[in-house]
């Protein structure tokens, strides 16, 4: 793999990655220097302005860019994601990012259509870039803290719009749905996991039943920070849709899933039928495993 650079202040800013892989890990560093930035349309499919320096000798002609990339894994160093620097990447599913993420620009993910998950390589009650980021998708997304202990978030999709009064000439912003509400729940930049959770409530109201499933499976398969209150409502939610719930982890081959579901005390008969119709033998082997029995201990009474 090989990268387009220009120098930016006291690192490098990437304004192109070129490569053979759909999900390229951009370079820590580069001629000796941090990568701090991720320059304007980066990974769009156009043509880069200049002022770049190429890389010397390459075999790596082909641009990681637009339809191609699939997910990308950035530094701890990068600190700027400047505008549309993901725009109309339409198969972009998955960013990994570190800690250090501060200033995001305009349009970043436009047409992303694709994108669910953000990674995050930090604890899950650090400070991070992830408001900016969530900021930056309306719609359904996940995110993933992958350092230990880890913890798993579902933000649903919103929508907003401007109602014009038109004898008055002005506009009036709405918003529909929990998942803006949600994106809010950060304290000085990290999570705020009991604010996250006290939206579940208000969620069961508007949102589906596959979102809501989604939203308590995630809290419960990583519960950091999960209060009795939450955890309680979160398995309730579960049991009384047991039909979505089981949908959901077969449709994703989610085998931590179908152990906690199946753990709630949920009828699995049905749904070890579902993972064979779908071709999904582990899952129904899950299901229809019997408990280990402990092996019995005698002493001289048995005797």
């Known amino acids: 793999m090989a990268v387009v650079w220009q120098p930016c202040g006291d690192g490098v800013r990437i304004l192109r990655v070129l490569g053979d892989s759909p999900c390229p890990v951009v370079p820590a560093f580069v001629d000796g220097r941090p990568v701090t930035e991720v320059g304007p349309y980066c990974f769009a499919a156009r043509p880069v302005e200049g002022g770049a320096l190429w890389p010397a000798d390459s075999g790596d002609t082909h641009e990681v860019t637009g339809d191609f990339l699939e997910e990308v894994v950035l530094p701890d160093s990068v600190r700027v994601l400047h505008s549309a620097a993901f725009y109309n990447c339409h198969r972009l599913r998955r960013v990994e990012a570190g800690p250090s993420l501060e200033s995001l620009g305009s349009d970043l993910f436009t047409n992303c259509r694709a994108l669910h998950t953000f990674a995050l390589r930090a604890a899950p009650d650090a400070g991070t870039g992830l408001k900016k980021l969530l900021g930056a998708v309306s719609s359904d997304v996940s995110a993933e803290f992958l350092g230990a202990p880890g913890a798993q978030l579902f933000y649903p999709e919103y929508f907003e719009w401007l109602d014009e009064n038109t004898p008055a000439h002005i506009f009036n912003h709405s ?49 950091f920070a999960l209060g009795d209150t939450a955890r309680t409502d979160y398995e309730f939610y579960l049991t009384a849709h047991p039909e979505a719930a089981f949908k959901l982890a077969i449709a994703e081959r989610n085998e931590a899933a179908l152990r906690l579901l199946a753990g709630l005390g949920l009828a699995v008969r049905d749904a070890a039928a579902q993972c064979a119709k779908a071709g999904w033998s582990a899952g129904a082997t899950i299901l229809l495993a019997r408990p280990k029995r402990a092996a019995k201990q005698y002493d001289f009474d048995d005797l």
């Open 175 to 223: 918003i529909e749905g929990e998942g803006y509400r949600m994106r809010q729940c950060f304290a000085g930049g990290a999570v705020d996991y009991t604010a996250y959770d006290a939206t579940f409530a208000q969620a069961c109201v508007g949102e589906s039943e596959e979102k809501l499933c989604r939203m308590a499976i995630s809290r419960l398969l990583s519960p």
